[in-house]
C-alpha cells in the first residue's frame, strides 16, 4: 500500500525569526543589502533632481522678477530702428526692453533683448517683455503681427513719417507718448535749426544733377516718394530719378549715361571706407559720365539717407556738403 506524500518544501524557508535563512539567499536580495540600498539610493536622485528644478525654476522667476525691476517705467518695446534712435534721444534707452535685429544705433541699442526682424518678430517674446508701450511703424511692420498684440491687451503706437517735416511730428508725438513732451520739442527744434543752416548756405546756388544709387546690379535708384528723395531736393540737388513712376526705379547703365549725372552716390550698408573703393573702381569703368570724369563719386551711410530718425537732418548736411562743397569750407 502506496504511503501518501507529505508536500514538498521549499528550498528555503523564511522565517523572521531565523536570520540564518536570510543568509541563503544572494546578498542583493537580502534585507538591507544591495538592492534596498540601490532602490532607495534611486529614491534620493529623484528627489534631489525634482528640487533642483524647483530650485531653478524659484530662481528664473526671481531673476525675471528683478530684471524687470531694474527697467524704470515705461517699459518700451521698439519695433523699427529709427523708433529705438528716437527713444534714445529722448533719454529714454534704459526704458527700452526689446528691440529688433535691426536697431544697431546707438551702440547701446544692440545691448537690448533682440526680438527678430521687422518680418519676423517672435509675439511671444513681446509678450515676454510685458512692456508698457510698443512702437511700431506702419510700412514696417505687419498689420496682422500688430493687431495681435492690440488683441492680447498690448498698448501699441503707430509712426509713418514721409519726409523731414513729418519726422519732427513723429519726434513729438513719440516723446507725448512718453511723458518727454518737452525733451521732444526741443530735440525736434534743434534738428529743425540745423536744417534751417544747412539750407541757408544754399541759398542762390544751382541745382546739380544726381544719380543715388541702393544697388549695382541691378541699377536701384531713389525715385520720387524715398527720404533721399526729399534730401536731394533740400539739399541742392536735381535727382535724376525724380521723374520715376515707382519710388525705387531700375536703370540701365545706357540711360545712367544719357542723363549725365555730375555726381553719383552710393549707400552703403558697411565700412564705408572700403565702399568708398569699390564705387570708385566700379563707376570708373565709364570715364565719360561727368561724375567719373570730375571725381565726384561719393558713398554714403545708407541710415544716414534712409532712416527716417534724428540722423536724417546729419545725412541732409553730409548731402549738401557732397553737391555745395563750395558752400561749407
Partial sequence: MLEARKPAQSAIQFSPRSGKQWEKLPPACRPGGLGDFLRDFGKIIAILILLLLLSGLESCRKDHQAQKANVPSPRIVSLAPNLTEIV???GMGDHLVGVTDHCNYPPEAKTRPRLGGLKNISL??????EPDVVLATEDGN???FLDQLTELGLKVKTYQPGNLDQVLETIIAVGEELGKKEQAEILARELKEKQADAQAGLAGAEPVPIFLF???EPLISAGPGTFANDLIQKAGGINLAGDARIPYPHYSLEKVIEKAPKVIIDVSMG??????????QYWS???DLPAVRDQRIYVLDQDLITRPGPRLFQGLLELAKILHPERFQ
Avoid: T
Fill in 88 to 90: 534714445f534721444a529722448l
Fill in 124 to 129: 511671444e517674446s513681446v509678450v515676454a517683455q
Fill in 142 to 144: 505687419e498689420p496682422g
Fill in 285 to 287: 569703368k565709364w570715364p
Fill in 271 to 280: 565700412e564705408v571706407g572700403n565702399a568708398q573703393e569699390e564705387a570708385n
Fill in 214 to 216: 541702393f544697388q549695382r
